[in-house]
């Protein structure tokens, strides 16, 4: 998985519903750069200048219970103009993806609950 995400220029995670943002942090860890769609858990997770959020339509998903995103096609262009125009430092994603390592979360976990 590394190879597949070290050989991309941005990680595409814009979905309608995502899970625990796994591929986000695999990516970021990589050096890849991630498009994420604001109603998700990623905004906490992805930021610039190593990503970028991208708004929508909310909608409600009955059979989930849940908010869903459609993305805006217009601001999922615009982020990835942005990212190709600007060749983003690689070691920048992968600082920001070593912040949600397993150890990081531990030690993070363990400052919270004393």
Request: glycine share 10%.
């Amino acid at each position: 998985m590394h190879g597949l995400y070290a050989g991309t220029s941005v990680l595409d995670s814009v979905t309608r519903a995502e899970g625990f943002c796994c591929p986000a942090i695999d990516a970021l860890a990589c050096g890849t750069p991630v498009i994420a769609g604001e109603n998700s858990a990623m905004p906490e997770k992805i930021c610039h200048p190593h990503g970028w959020i991208v708004g929508g339509q909310p909608q409600w998903a009955p059979h989930h219970h849940a908010w869903w995103q459609t993305p805006s096609v217009d601001e999922l262009v615009e982020a990835y103009e942005v990212a190709y125009g600007k060749r983003l430092s690689r070691a920048a994603a992968a600082a920001a993806g070593r912040e949600w390592s397993p150890q990081a979360m531990q030690k993070r976990l363990a400052q919270i609950l004393g």
